[in-house]
């Protein structure tokens, strides 16, 4: 799962992962456009329904006619430098609100019963909570004497985390979510040990809202410290060498208990053992209020890095010299000309993995306090760099090679030690350690693979398979294939096509094309429960690598952003063309699904092409692009990729495919599912509800255009099992009927 990126540790990857910015309060006036007046107009009109009886030429009809709650339409428009854009559901944004509240209901009322009916759901159902009951762990970190990871039996609904003082030994339990609460909603968002392993900091999250609460824990008796850190998300927590506190980055309080991430975050020192009142002012950002400060120390303790946090494309980075209290931050890099990712120190040497005259990233070493240039470490190769870790005095780098992971060591002059074996072509991810020590640990996973971890050795090059989980299902009947075609304007691009390997290519097959295209995320491989039962289904599964994300660089990256949006919605349809030409499969049985900023993907697709999909499964995506920045200062981070409507050039590119504002009236669209939910603080859920009811009062044929709101959740991250299986057991049932596929026999 891809969502919309987190803003700072996650720029690799959540995405949103995507990484990288919550939505909260929405503003009326934007600078550089008019508001004209606003009439409120009531909410949703509670019992009355509209009903769609056409049916569409040469796809499924549904047996009765949809029914739709009637969806208030208020008179506001807004004036975009001589364009006026009318926003008729302008309303919805007041989530609060008793009639968006109503107008929730409604719509649910509507779509789970004709979820709960469909043939496959049961099936699906059943199936997805076997294929989730696997053995499950993440990548270890060692800290002192002790090694901790996230680990799930199969049977949790939250990952617990575990320490260990061997790797040979399964460990105890240090904190365990699924006890918070009866619904397993509260979820271990992070967790940073100490230098010494003596104390983990740890934080949670409730109901999938991207806020932490971190609280510190003693790892020799499991027993909880009174701190506790409010008013926290997205940003790096990072222990003093001496384990006597913490550097985070809080957001200012609005309310008791509760932050505000329309303020500005500054980077505070919680001394363990004092309130989070006393705690004490380390660096502030006073003249620019769009860019966000996090800290990290360095593992000898000396120095703090700071990293000033503005987009996804450059940032600005100072250090303070921790041995000289009140010394000034000294500026290391402020040219805002790339970004620089610190990845670990030696001495008074500090490394960055950078793209700073490499779009493909390069790593370099930097003198603090001698003033001289910064010394190439590792060159600008002929693969995008994906991260960089010191580790046991050797650079480690992680690199994406035609959109899969391939890892390479290197000495500190530059002289390429080895690779790192890997058994195939899949998503890598891990190497984090510390430069006194060689071992790390790493993870491999493909479609049909589920994650396996390893500990790897630095100094020898030398990797062995640490846990390897047994999933209730076999891989053996299917296979991966790697395809490259054309888009639009001539550019190539990979896909990964799963699927049984006596696959008839007849034209004929259900298939499922994913994408995500932005961030510079790169897709690659992993194993996915619900695509497994996709497959068992009989169905085929693509991913498309496309542009915007970080498969090949910098320059892959930027040729899906801002102005060159269209590109990322022109690979996608290119891919499809391509499934269909290839003859896997035709328009009457190719659904396309996607999350975050790949639901935004979905929707703009869908209403470029509605002619091209026979259904749509569009995720907690972005989908008005002209007020996507209202929301908070964290979603005004975004516009590093997507631009803002505030200016007229970059209004015009958003415009041009935001899925809200394309709707079409007397248009047919294909089946469309879209799913939220009301927790989301990352990609409020006001964008799925314009656009469901943009779709319901645009659509004149039979077509369902159904929206499904999860009401305990948010963007995805924390997501309980039993939560997710009900989400794809829906999604995956709603595309069943649509492509005309049936479950499996018993």
């Known amino acids: 799962m891809k969502y919309l990126p987190l803003p700072a540790r996650a720029l690799h990857a959540l995405a949103l992962c995507i990484a990288i910015a919550a939505i909260g309060a929405c503003a009326t006036r934007l600078v550089g456009l008019d508001h004209d007046d606003t009439i409120p107009g009531p909410g949703p009109g509670g019992k009355p329904m509209r009903t769609v009886t056409d049916t569409a030429v040469g796809l499924p009809s549904t047996p009765n006619a949809m029914i739709y709650p009637i969806t208030a339409r208020v008179e506001v428009t807004d004036n975009y430098f001589g364009t006026r854009v009318a926003d008729p559901y302008r309303w919805m944004e007041d989530l609060n609100s008793p009639q968006v509240h109503q107008w929730v209901i409604e719509e649910n009322g509507v779509s789970q019963p004709q979820l709960a009916a469909l043939p496959a759901r049961a099936w699906l159902r059943k199936r997805l909570t076997q294929l989730w009951n696997y053995e499950r762990y993440d990548v270890p970190v060692r800290r002192g004497a002790h090694y901790f990871y996230c680990y799930n039996d199969g049977s949790h609904n939250q990952s617990v985390l575990y320490v260990s003082d061997a790797l040979e030994s399964q460990g105890r339990v240090l904190f365990d979510p699924n006890a918070a609460r009866a619904d397993a909603t509260v979820a271990l968002s992070d967790f940073v040990p100490s230098d010494?392993?003596?104390?983990?900091?740890?934080?949670?999250?409730?109901?999938g809202t991207d806020w932490q609460l971190w609280r510190f824990r003693r790892v020799s008796d499991a027993a909880d410290l009174p701190d506790e850190l409010h008013d926290t998300k997205f940003w790096n927590l990072s222990w003093a060498h001496d384990g006597s506190g913490v550097y985070y980055s809080r957001y200012p309080e609005s309310a008791p208990g509760r932050g505000d991430d329309a303020g500005r975050p500054a980077l505070y020192f919680h001394r363990l053992g004092s309130r989070q009142s006393e705690d004490r002012l380390v660096y502030a950002i006073t003249d620019n209020p769009t860019r966000i400060p996090e800290g990290h120390v360095t593992e000898d303790g000396h120095y703090l890095v700071i990293t000033q946090v503005e987009g996804y494309e450059k940032n600005g980075v100072v250090v303070m010299d921790l041995r000289r209290p009140g010394s000034p931050a000294q500026p290391l890099f402020m040219g805002w000309d790339a970004l620089y990712t610190y990845i670990g120190s030696r001495g008074d040497e500090l490394y960055f993995h950078t793209t700073h005259n490499a779009p493909l990233g390069r790593v370099i070493a930097v003198e603090v306090h001698d003033g001289s240039a910064p010394r190439t470490v590792v060159p600008e190769g002929t693969s995008a760099i994906a991260g960089a870790s010191y580790i046991g005095g050797r650079i480690v780098v992680r690199y994406v090679e035609d959109a899969h992971g391939v890892a390479r060591i290197f000495e500190r002059d530059g002289r390429l030690v080895g690779s790192v074996p890997l058994p195939g072509l899949g998503g890598i991810e891990g190497f984090h350690g510390e430069g006194s020590r060689s071992e790390t640990f790493f993870s491999y996973t493909d479609y049909l693979t589920p994650r396996r971890i390893y500990r790897l050795d630095v100094a020898t090059d030398q990797a062995s398979v640490w846990r390897e989980p047994k999933v209730p299902a076999s891989s053996a009947d299917f296979v991966t294939e790697q395809a490259f075609y054309t888009s639009k304007d001539g550019t190539r691009i990979p896909m990964y096509v799963t699927h049984r390997k006596d696959l008839a290519r007849n034209g004929d097959n259900p298939v499922l094309l994913y994408g995500y295209g932005g961030f510079n995320i790169s897709a690659t491989p992993s194993y996915r429960p619900q695509v497994q039962?996709?497959?068992?289904?009989?169905?085929?599964?693509?991913?498309?690598?496309?542009r915007g994300g970080g498969e090949y660089g910098e320059a892959w990256h930027k040729a899906g952003t801002l102005g060159n949006k269209q590109h990322v919605f022109d690979?996608?349809?290119?891919?499809?063309?391509?499934?269909?030409?290839?003859?896997?499969?035709?328009?009457?049985?190719?659904?396309?699904?996607?999350?975050s900023n790949g639901g935004l993907l979905v929707g703009a697709v869908l209403t470029q092409r509605p002619d091209l999909f026979a259904v749509a499964l569009p995720a907690v995506g972005v989908m008005d692009m002209l007020r996507y920045q209202t929301a908070s200062a964290n979603a005004r981070q975004w516009s590093s990729d997507f631009g803002l409507s505030e200016d007229p050039d970059q209004f015009r590119a958003l415009y041009a495919y935001s899925p809200v504002q394309n709707v079409k009236k007397g248009?047919?669209?294909?089946?469309?599912?879209?799913?939220?939910?009301?927790?989301?603080?990352?990609?409020?859920?006001?964008?799925?509800y314009k656009f469901a009811a943009a779709l319901?009062?645009?659509?004149?044929?039979?077509n369902p255009i159904l929206i499904r709101i999860e009401t305990r959740a948010g963007h995805g991250a924390g997501k309980p099992v039993w939560m997710q299986v009900e989400d794809y057991a829906d999604q995956l049932a709603f595309a069943a009927r649509w492509l005309g596929m049936s479950a499996p026999a018993p």
């Open 696 to 702: 319901q009062a645009a659509q004149i044929c039979a």
């Open 533 to 546: 039962a996709w497959l068992e289904m009989g169905g085929v599964f693509a991913e498309a690598n496309l």
């Open 667 to 688: 248009t047919c669209y294909p089946p469309t599912l879209i799913t939220t939910a009301d927790h989301d603080d990352r990609v409020v859920p006001w964008h799925s």
């Open 196 to 207: 010494q392993g003596e104390v983990v900091a740890y934080a949670v999250s409730e109901a």
């Open 571 to 595: 690979d996608f349809i290119a891919a499809a063309q391509y499934l269909i030409r290839e003859h896997y499969t035709r328009s009457a049985r190719l659904g396309i699904h996607g999350r």
